[in-house]
């Protein structure tokens, strides 16, 4: 069974940086298309970025050139590299397997003076 674990939130000042982890046990993660999605309150689950088998990857509009999301075959882990935080950006982070819609648990992401 697939599993996802992410790790690497926590509370940090507008403009700060963080950087987010997402552990894959249960399979081998190198042909799939993985993913970030954040959703904060009251608001809907948006797409932060993904990143394909061949490490094509994509942003969504809001992150675009602040975020980078990367992975790392030989540790099963994909991770998210945010920078230049705003208040906006907080929310949970969730890992996401696309392909069969497997998630995580999240990870809190805060961001305020």
């Known amino acids: 069974q697939v599993q996802l674990v992410e790790s690497g939130g926590g509370l940090v000042q507008p403009g700060g940086s963080l950087r987010l982890s997402c552990t894959v046990s249960?399979?081998?993660?190198?042909?799939?298309?993985m993913a970030w999605y954040r959703q904060a309150p009251g608001k809907q689950r948006e797409l932060v970025a993904q990143?394909?088998?061949?490490?094509?990857?994509n942003y969504g509009d809001s992150v675009e050139g602040r975020f980078t999301i990367s992975r790392d075959s030989a540790k099963n882990t994909v991770s998210l590299q945010v920078n230049s935080l705003k208040p906006e950006g907080t929310a949970g982070y969730y890992c996401?397997?696309?392909?069969?819609?497997?998630w995580g648990q999240g990870t809190q992401v805060t961001v305020s003076s």
């Open positions: 996401c397997l696309p392909m069969y819609d497997i």
């Open positions: 249960g399979s081998t993660f190198n042909m799939y298309t």
């Open positions: 990143i394909t088998s061949r490490f094509s990857t």
